[in-house]
């Protein structure tokens, strides 16, 4: 399949590479740094459990609509333009969170929240493009641990900072942090060339035009979607569960448990050498399979520090794997519109990770932490079903 004219033939530059690995990092930090937060905030706000997960919920159903509404216009508008608007847009969301009172106003600012986070995802077409094809699953899989590192890096820094400042200066942080980020994206990202004109409307339709016409990325997006679900089943209650008996950890300490998922970059990192050399059915089953023992090794170790951290690494290792696999994938069938292809794909991942988070919420208070790991290794074991299953479509894909 032919690149589209705005390819890069050369190597993509390593410094701007690693700018926009780090401005990723930074706004998808915003969508995470509740997480451990979640007990502080049902406190704070004087709210039940379940009122507090859906905070999370909230905040990706917003990720979700930005990625609908916000991530197709990369392939209609300047992205250097796109970028440094959504990063600001981003800051002015983080500050509201941080003076908003009452459960009422802060809920509608977590879907803003989460909306703006979007930014971390135009990032990732941008850098598609302009890698060359010998050297996308690499460029992707950096950009995804700029990604990876912000997630992690958020918990640990949520609690910490909650610890000593109170959980709304998280936001301040974050707010001063994306702003900051906009101006060197501003000053530093090369401007798009002119490309074909689409309507937006078009552009809207289109990720659902590309689904019916595209299997492997029907397939690849069901995947993405049970990947981020099993995730989001542990991450959502992990604070409630740290914050109870027999652990009664602090926020600093919770936030903590975010670097438990540092293997997670490593597994990006190979994932996308595995990608570039088409061994991606591998790949899938095997990343599927960390996820099913990460949720056996928390259900067993519920009440073991040791174990629950093991479990950790197993997860966002095998999470992250299965998401760079996927994304080497779908971005090779149609170059032309990579944007609106993410848009398609990422909307199936965070709907996954609403319901996910969602359902582990829910089960959390009805049956605990043993509830949720078998939650959670359910979907690992359906998810293994969809990577096995190999319908003649995919079996005739280059990549699927």
Request: hydrophobic letters at 55%; glycine letters at 10%; charged letters at 10%.
């Amino acid at each position: 399949m032919n690149e589209p004219a705005s390819a890069s033939t050369e190597r993509l530059p390593r410094s701007l590479l690693t700018l926009l690995a780090v401005a990723t990092g930074v706004i998808i930090a915003d969508l995470y740094y509740i997480q451990p937060l979640l007990h502080e905030v049902r406190g704070g706000f004087g709210i039940s459990t379940g009122a507090a997960t859906s905070l999370m919920t909230l905040s990706q159903v917003g990720f979700a609509l930005g990625l609908a509404f916000v991530l197709p216009l990369g392939d209609l508008v300047d992205r250097r333009r796109l970028l440094v608007a959504i990063f600001s847009l981003a800051a002015v969301a983080m500050a509201l969170a941080a003076v908003v009172h009452g459960y009422a106003l802060f809920a509608p600012v977590m879907v803003l929240v989460g909306l703006t986070s979007v930014g971390a995802q135009t990032t990732v077409p941008l850098v598609a493009d302009l890698a060359p094809p010998t050297q996308r699953g690499r460029a992707i899989a950096r950009v995804m641990t700029g990604l990876l590192v912000g997630i992690l890096l958020s918990r640990t820094i949520s609690g910490l900072v909650a610890q000593a400042a109170g959980w709304r200066s998280v936001y301040w942080l974050g707010a001063v942090l994306v702003g900051l980020t906009a101006i060197v994206l501003a000053r530093t990202v090369p401007a798009d060339p002119a490309r074909a004109h689409h309507h937006y409307g078009r552009l809207l339709v289109d990720p659902l035009r590309l689904l019916r016409d595209l299997p492997v990325l029907r397939r690849r997006s069901l995947i993405g979607a049970l990947d981020f679900a099993a995730f989001n089943v542990l991450w959502t209650t992990l604070s409630f569960h740290l914050a109870a008996a027999p652990f009664h950890y602090s926020n600093a300490v919770i936030g903590a448990f975010g670097l438990f998922g540092v293997a997670g970059v490593s597994a990006a990192n190979v994932a996308g050498h595995v990608a570039d050399r088409q061994h991606t059915a591998l790949a899938s089953s095997l990343a599927v399979l960390l996820v099913i023992a990460a949720f056996v090794v928390v259900g067993v170790g519920s009440h073991s520090l040791w174990l629950l951290a093991v479990g950790i690494v197993v997860l966002d290792a095998g999470m992250q794997g299965l998401h760079i696999t996927n994304q080497s994938i779908i971005y090779a069938l149609r170059p032309e519109a990579r944007s609106r292809i993410n848009s398609a794909y990422m909307v199936s991942c965070f709907a996954g990770a609403a319901l996910g988070s969602l359902a582990s919420g829910a089960l959390y208070v009805r049956a605990g932490w043993t509830g949720d790991a078998w939650l959670g290794a359910g979907l690992g074991v359906v998810l293994l079903g969809v990577v096995a299953w190999r319908p003649a479509t995919a079996r005739s894909a280059v990549s699927a």
